[in-house]
């Protein structure tokens, strides 16, 4: 079990990312889109909630994106783009709705300010220090996200967090486990060892019947790559010319009709206690608790520091830490008869129980924001962008229904472009993982053009949506099929290829030979001295040793303990390159976790702590998975 910790420690600790808390929440940013979904069709269905296809193809591309950032050049689409990748990020995602429903039988209450707060801070979404929504949306239009898809990570965020503190501190971790934690994690190692290093390549002949041979058994791996290029026409409506040039009576007109939306509501600034009902609560457990609601009421309007009543009594685990603090609250984000009695109090004001689906909450109400109206001069700006937008969308949707219905009678794409006065553009040739820049880096574009409509039938694609309001249509200018590459021009590839095959299989060989010798009794030196190599000597090797190689000191620390100094245990390692090593161990050190200082052991027990907390989140979302019902459109994954 010990050595089980260690690894999890001494590796790259991943990041377990898990939505716990629903947060009552709305418009702000189009939240709205939550409780309204616009598609039927769904990837995934956890116990009744959908996973649409537009929130998995958002993740799933926010995730392609971070691994195309971190691996670069060596990003490869082809074997990344995979059925099975596809249902390792709709699994996390259904883990995190399993969550999310939990949470929702929990009844617990976020501040719906808090996510306001992290979209608001968000410095890339900043411009002078201050938040710029067009921005915003520009961003994470770049990233691939939707304003919605965003809103959904920041919210589940802000749960994982606070479902990982609340574990945390439900991890208990004994002194005695510390100190055996410390006595491995510290542990080192005395070995002795020599290196075999490959074997030279010179004494190599490859025949050219083997290379031959080879080619024939293996042709499928020396195909050229399928190839397309493509005539496209792209519409954007963003990039759209408009004439139009709005009038100042046109957008006073427009003011007077949006002036609703250029009114900041009053906001109240609200603690709360919680005292949780179930929803299938008998009589005599409803007056218990509206009993226990009353007294604490009494105990806050006695004059009881109400913050430290509500992390002592509450049962919302989102605000109880925080001292009940739910932040600044509108009107339309909170249920309705809670909202009722907060918008009835004045401010320094106390209510008494009131009645929610989750339970009785006493409400504190801090302070008071009168709503304020913006003037026209003061919007003038927003509302002439807002026109210039409205137009471009209208231009671009009367020209996107010309371009599609155009399409449809000419297949071609040139007569269609030509008749509307859109460019026709080009593409390079480019394969199946897509070009690097421009639409062909986009895989629906890649996709369509090689399909059988596209690409064998010789059709022009649906028009294929990269962005909000940005579509590109495509025809496949040329075809380059997939061919087998000629036997001369891959024959040196071949003859390497075989000569890495004979040095991996010789130095095998060697390595097996001389550890048998080990294994029958000879020592270390003895067989060191078969290919005069020198013995090596390693002292007091901890697991982080940087001046060896490390997937020799792995495997030294895989070792059982040796009975003693002159019963050393041997191991052949295999090590990068066909090299091999052979080891000899012949003392394990632990620590003595006395010796170490108090921050030392702190921060030991902090690790274990977090680890535990980890395997107790799976165990939770394992649990919920067995008792839930799953549903997965494998269809709708593409």
């Known amino acids: 079990m010990l050595q089980s910790l260690h690894d999890k420690f001494s590796g790259i600790i991943a990041k377990f990312v898990l939505g716990v808390i629903v947060v009552i929440f709305g418009g702000f940013f189009g939240i709205q889109s939550y409780m309204n979904p616009q598609s039927e069709t769904f990837a995934a269905k956890v116990d009744g909630k959908e996973i649409s296809q537009e929130q998995f193809r958002e993740g799933y591309n926010r995730y392609r994106t971070q691994m195309q950032q971190m691996l670069g050049k060596q990003f490869d689409a082809a074997t990344f ?138 042709t499928n791996e020396f195909m050229t790559p399928e190839r397309v290029s493509l005539n496209y026409v792209e519409l954007d409506a963003a990039t759209m010319p408009t004439d139009a040039a709005p009038d100042e009576a046109a957008l006073k007109q427009r003011y007077e009709e949006q002036k609703a939306r250029f009114t900041a509501q009053e906001q109240r600034l609200a603690s709360h206690i919680l005292v949780k009902v179930e929803k299938n609560a008998n009589p005599d457990a409803q007056k218990a608790a509206l009993e226990k609601a009353k007294a604490i009421a009494a105990e806050a309007k006695s004059g009881k520091d109400f913050a430290a009543l509500a992390k002592e009594k509450s049962d919302d685990l989102g605000s109880k830490l925080q001292g009940g603090d739910l932040g600044w609250l509108e009107k339309g984000v909170t249920d309705p008869a809670f909202e009722n009695a907060l918008f009835a109090l004045k401010k320094g004001e106390i209510s008494d129980p009131v009645l929610s689906p989750e339970g009785y909450h006493i409400i504190d109400l801090r302070d008071v924001r009168d709503g304020k109206v913006r003037s026209f001069d003061e919007v003038k700006p927003e509302l002439t962008k807002q026109y210039l937008e409205t137009d471009r969308e209208r231009r671009y949707s009367e020209i996107s229904g010309k371009l599609t219905d155009a399409i449809y009678k000419d297949p071609s794409l040139e007569a269609a472009a030509k008749s509307l006065g859109l460019p026709l553009q080009k593409t390079g040739l480019f394969a199946r993982v897509g070009g690097a820049t421009g639409v062909t880096s986009n895989m629906a574009v890649v996709k369509a053009a090689f399909s059988n409509t596209v690409m064998t039938e010789g059709n022009t694609s649906d028009p294929i949506e990269l962005g909000p309001n940005h579509i590109v249509v495509v025809h496949v200018d040329q075809h380059e099929k997939s061919t087998p590459k000629s036997l001369d021009s891959v024959r040196e590839d071949i003859r390497k290829t075989l000569v890495e095959e004979q040095i991996a299989k010789q130095a095998k060989e060697q390595a097996d030979t001389l550890y048998a010798r080990l294994q029958k009794g000879e020592t270390l030196e003895q067989v060191a001295g078969v290919l005069k190599l020198k013995v090596e000597e390693a002292r007091d090797i901890g697991r982080s040793a940087a001046n060896l190689d490390g997937k020799l000191v792995a495997d030294v620390f895989k070792l059982a303990r040796p009975a003693s100094a002159d019963k050393p245990v041997y191991a052949e390692v295999a090590l990068a390159n066909d090299a091999y090593a052979l080891v000899a161990l012949t003392l394990v050190k632990d620590t003595d976790p006395a010796k170490l200082d108090a921050k030392t052991r702190e921060a030991a027990r902090n690790q274990l702590a977090q680890g535990y907390a980890n395997d107790v989140i799976r165990g939770y979302v394992d649990i919920l998975r067995k008792g839930a019902k799953v549903e997965v459109a494998e269809d709708r994954l593409q």
């Open 81 to 218: 783009d995979t059925p099975e990748r596809k249902r390792e990020v709709l699994e996390q995602m259904v883990n995190e709705q399993l969550l999310v429903n939990a949470n929702e039988k929990l009844g617990t209450m976020v501040p719906p300010a808090q996510i306001r707060e992290v979209i608001l801070n968000y410095p890339a979404f900043q411009q002078d220090g201050k938040f710029d929504k067009d921005r915003y949306r520009m961003l994470l239009q770049t990233s691939g996200m939707t304003p919605t898809g965003f809103e959904d990570t920041i919210r589940k965020d802000i749960s994982t967090r606070q479902l990982a503190t609340d574990l945390a501190q439900s991890s208990v971790v004994t002194d005695a486990q510390v100190s055996a934690y410390l006595r491995l994690r510290d542990q080192t190692r005395d070995f002795t060892y020599i290196k075999i290093e490959r074997p030279a390549a010179g004494a190599i002949k490859i025949a050219d019947a083997d290379i031959d041979a080879y080619y024939k058994a293996h």
